[in-house]
């Protein structure tokens, strides 16, 4: 009964934690509208099967390169694909290949940050050692050289891209640690016999997840980046389309046909800014000693 009502105090203090989080999150009104801006792309990028009015391969030989019009209404391309429908079915690649991007590099920079700043010594040596070793190398190079040793795929992108851009991750996670592992209660902990998991987990990597989960969001705006950075020179996803992919199709026609590369670019833009407001709201809603 004791253990029972334990568990429904924690349940009432978890509703609490969030409804604040929630409404310090509310007062930052430019992250609330990227939320909702980024709420809306995700649901178009879902239905973009029913939504969508042709094919994204679906080609009009009679209308190539024609502006904006009621039955193109953001215009079509070079060889007369539909605008809107290619935007709509690459907001699906663009934002899968950003999220699980992202959850790849937190949760390999978690990982070695974690166990780094923990155990420290020799632990901590080496994993710092690669770390650095990793950072050394431009991103934008070890992207290009790793992408065309592999066969250019979805997964392969997204996993390429969370390998190589979790070593910031890694160095701050480490110092969340080693600070905590030195912390009163961290000490009672080893004290009464617990084990380093549920030290790790329980005690030090849930006092860590506000900056963890902050830098997350911003790794979701650096991924779709970087994927548009890999289809601008031609190394991205093909099909369906990605913005990037999209983008790099209209280059050189931006005196003759500017939609191609204006509407693409807009969406990069506007993506990318839009998550790098959500990663500032949530730092200020999470941080309990930021005020606004």
Do not use: C
């Not at 004791?2 to 007062?27: G, H, P, S």
């Not at 709420?39 to 209308?63: E, H, K, W």
């Not at 040596?125 to 934008?140: A, C, K, Q």
């Amino acid at each position: 009964m004791a253990q029972q009502t334990a568990t429904i105090k924690d349940i009432k203090a978890d509703e609490t934690y969030l409804k604040m989080v929630w409404r310090r999150f509310k007062k930052h009104k430019l992250a609330v509208i990227s939320l909702l801006f980024i709420l809306t792309i995700a649901l178009i990028a879902i239905l973009a099967p029913i939504i969508s009015p042709y094919g994204y391969d679906q080609t009009n030989r009679d209308n190539i390169m024609s502006g904006p019009s009621r039955e193109h209404i953001l215009g079509t391309d070079r060889i007369g694909r539909d605008m809107f429908t290619r935007l709509v079915w690459g907001a699906r690649i663009s934002l899968s290949v950003g999220l699980v991007a992202a959850l790849v590099s937190v949760t390999v920079g978690t990982l070695i940050g974690a166990t780094a700043g923990y155990f420290g010594g020799i632990i901590d040596d080496i994993l710092m050692r690669f770390t650095e070793m990793v950072m050394s190398f431009p991103v934008i190079f070890l992207l290009l050289t790793i992408v065309t040793l592999v066969e250019r795929s979805v997964f392969n992108v997204m996993l390429v891209i969370g390998l190589t851009s979790w070593t910031g991750l890694a160095r701050m996670v480490r110092g969340q640690f080693l600070s905590l592992r030195e912390s009163d209660y961290v000490e009672a902990a080893r004290a009464l016999g617990a084990k380093n998991s549920r030290i790790v987990i329980k005690h030090m990597l849930l006092n860590s997840m506000a900056p963890i989960i902050v830098n997350a969001t911003l790794q979701v705006g650096t991924a779709i980046l970087a994927e548009s950075s890999l289809s601008f020179l031609g190394l991205g996803i093909t099909s369906p389309p990605s913005w990037g992919t999209i983008l790099n199709s209209g280059r050189f026609y931006m005196r003759y046909a500017p939609w191609i590369t204006i509407f693409p670019g807009l969406l990069i833009f506007g993506t990318v800014l839009a998550f790098n407001y959500i990663g500032d709201g949530l730092r200020d809603a999470l941080d309990p000693y930021l005020k606004r």
